[in-house]
């Protein structure tokens, strides 16, 4: 009912900067809290950072000071501008929603198909 689509991943230098950007579509009534999300191989999926409908935001430590989640709740997006990227920055990123679908009452998280990063030299 919700779909997800990333894009903006790719092969970049240690130290350089990748742009993810997350676009929503289908049966929305509203967006809740949106974020990224991240594994890499043999790891659990972890939270990167994710952004209120009000833009209030939250990062995990290891993310602070090198990236940034924004929002535009009027197109459904979400974006996450990674700077200063190191090689253990290296992972599938994938985008989050948690939507109230039109007709329902109660929120439900919705996944994108991720998109992979890798940071090597």
């Known amino acids: 009912q919700v779909q997800l689509v990333e894009s903006g991943g790719g092969l970049v230098q240690p130290g350089g900067s990748l742009r993810l950007s997350c676009v929503a579509s289908g049966r929305i009534f509203i967006i809740n809290t949106m974020g990224w999300y991240r594994q890499a191989p043999g790891k659990e999926r972890e939270l990167v950072a994710a952004i209120t409908r009000g833009g209030s935001t939250k990062y995990a430590e290891f993310v602070k000071g090198r990236f940034t989640i924004s929002r535009d709740n009027a197109k459904n997006t979400v974006s996450l501008q990674m700077n200063s990227l190191k090689p253990e920055d290296t992972a599938v990123y994938y985008c989050?929603?948690?939507?109230?679908?039109?007709?329902?009452?109660?929120?439900?998280?919705?996944w994108g198909q991720g998109t992979q990063v890798t940071v090597s030299s």
């Open positions: 989050n929603a948690n939507t109230v679908v039109t007709g329902t009452l109660q929120g439900h998280d919705y």
